[in-house]
């Protein structure tokens, strides 16, 4: 058995929690006990996490809800993630990129709240998203168009919503 003590204990105390012997307060404690620990990274880990993930600075940023600045200082070692970023960081080593990307249709009912987070997150990434509506076989369907916000000239894609 390569199992921890922690680990056995934990078990039992699911056991108990299932068979109705404790409550949930009690078991969030245990919960919180077994938690993994979190890892700290040096820059170099933190770029690779990102060049792993396939993702520029900025789009890393947007993902762990931070700026691309603060990515390029943990990058450069000029400063050292923590708190909500540094579990971030750790469930993107975990898992990649896919781990924090929330699927709006599991929790937005209606055009409206899907269009507004991805007015959200295109925001994040320095961009503006301006939706249309669009006549398509008996259905209304939102057109959008994603701009970059640059000094130059806006580049400009399709993208249905």
Known sequence: MDKSILEVVHEGAKDLHNAGLMNDITM??????????????????????????????????????????????????????????????????????????????????SEKEKQDYLIMIAQNLGMTIIFKPQKKKNKTVAKSTVRQKTNSSPKRDKITA
């Open 28 to 109: 969030r404690e245990f919960d919180a006990l077994c938690l993994p620990r979190i890892k700290t990274y040096s820059a170099k880990e933190i770029k690779e996490i990102r060049q792993k993930c396939n993702a520029s600075q900025s789009v890393f940023a947007a993902f762990l809800n931070t700026s691309s600045s603060t990515v390029k200082g943990w990058e450069q070692g000029a400063k050292k993630p923590s708190g909500a970023s540094l579990k971030l960081l750790n469930l993107a080593d975990a898992g990649g990129l896919d781990v924090l990307s929330i699927q709006a249709e599991t929790f937005l009912e």
